[in-house]
């Protein structure tokens, strides 16, 4: 299974980013081989409308499963259900630190009402 | 003639000044449109009063995707600038209020897949306020963008003498789409650092787009130097200082034209339409200063 991590850097080490269409970088675990992969999100950083979107089809173009993040936008919530990746929201420390988080089940995943962070 | 009121800031009086002018130009015998392109927030209405004769729905296109030929392949989704389509193994999302319009997938797609269809963005409501040709949009609450909505209603304007187009504030496309072809624009501002920072911003615009502008100092008191010196300094003419005056404010407050509630509110307004007037007909011409 693929997962999904919002880092501010490009290592395991970094920072999880608390937003997802505009987070700096995507970071791709592979749970079948241990494998990170980086991706750089520079361009949803900067992009006028449709940041969430973009960074959606980012995350289901690796074909992960599921997202760990801080919080996402109703249209990025909408993209990632349709897309049926699992989200999983309040990701914090490291993206490693998520990772282990989310393994071991502290983290809660998104409903309709919660997934925007209360925006 | 085609003259826009625009502000950097919101707030300064550009509807004060346009339906006062409006309503001024049109007792003076002449023919006049006035024209709210502030469609997010429109509220000319609430002082010119017009009977409205036409309420239109305006559309903008955005693609249709025909899901038995798609097969999927994402070339819309990432040709696509603005983040309106999103490519997924069964499916392709479309995000309707990020579309532009452009119709770029619809050209692009390998399968030709994409059709057209509309979808209703706002209002366009056209009338007439006593002898003032009234013409105003009503953008939809949780649209993005105005542009289009903004460039229906400056169409559906009727021809005449004068054309009075009342912007949106700020220097934004919605600005740009307003003051388009205009033949002057009159930059409304106040006596504040807030004010001559926003005024900075919308004379920059203004000269970009290559149209001569002029500057209403609104709500002027003894308080106007640093105003005065910029425009001085930019060769900007001051067109007219409507005075700090409590009254006017609570003539807004009730819907009321001021030039018409209070008497000392006409000759500035009668001053201003004249030089406007004179300005648009040799532009270019000398500064002209005012001191209330």
């Not at chain 2, 205009?182 to 787009?209: I, K, N, R, Y």
């Not at chain 2, 409507?242 to 404010?249: G, V, W």
């Amino acid at each position: 299974m693929k997962i999904a991590i919002t880092a501010q850097g490009n290592t395991p080490d970094s920072a999880v980013d608390p937003r997802f269409g505009r987070a700096a970088w995507l970071l791709i675990h592979d749970d079948s081989n241990d494998a990170w992969e980086c991706i750089d999100n520079a361009a949803g950083r900067d992009t006028a409308h449709g940041a969430g979107i973009q960074a959606a089809q980012k995350v289901a173009d690796q074909q992960a499963e599921t997202l760990l993040t801080g919080a996402i936008g109703p249209k990025a919530f909408a993209s990632l259900q349709a897309a049926k990746i699992r989200i999983f929201h309040g990701a914090k420390g490291t993206a490693l630190e998520a990772l282990e988080a989310f393994k071991a089940g502290q983290l809660k995943e998104a409903s309709e009402m919660d997934a925007t962070g209360g925006v | 003639m085609k003259i826009a009121i625009a502000s950097g800031k919101g707030g300064t009086g550009k509807t004060t000044v346009a339906t006062n002018l409006a309503q001024l130009a049109a007792s003076q015998g002449y023919q006049v449109a006035y024209i709210d392109c502030d469609v997010e927030a429109p509220n000319g209405h609430l002082f010119l009063r017009p009977d409205i004769t036409s309420d239109d729905t305006v559309h903008v296109t955005v693609p249709d995707i025909d899901p038995t030929r798609c097969n999927h392949c994402g070339v819309c989704a990432h040709f696509c600038q603005f983040n309106a389509l999103l490519c997924l193994p069964g499916e392709v999302l479309l995000f309707p209020e990020l579309c532009h319009s452009c119709g770029g997938c619809q050209l692009i797609c390998p399968q030709q897949c994409i059709s057209e269809r509309e979808r209703e963005i706002g209002q366009c409501q056209i009338g007439k306020a006593g002898q003032v040709d009234f013409v105003s949009g009503r953008l939809n609450i949780g649209e993005a963008k105005s542009p289009p909505l903004i460039h229906q209603v400056k169409k559906q304007a009727p021809e005449t003498d004068l054309m009075l187009i009342d912007a949106p504030p700020g220097t934004s496309c919605p600005v740009v789409e307003s003051l388009r072809d205009c033949d002057f624009v009159v930059l409304v501002t106040e006596p504040t650092p807030f004010g001559l920072h926003d005024l900075t911003l919308a004379a920059e615009m203004v000269q970009l787009l290559g149209i001569p502008c002029g500057v209403v100092i609104n709500r002027s008191a003894e308080n106007d130097e640093a105003t005065l010196a910029y425009c001085n300094s930019r060769r900007i003419p001051v067109l007219a200082c409507l005075p700090d005056n409590r009254k006017a404010a609570e003539a807004y407050s009730r819907g009321e034209l001021i030039a018409q509630s209070l008497p000392s509110f006409n000759q500035p307004f009668t001053t201003l339409l004249e030089r406007l007037l004179q300005q648009t007909k040799h532009t270019g011409s000398p500064q002209q200063r005012c001191h209330p």
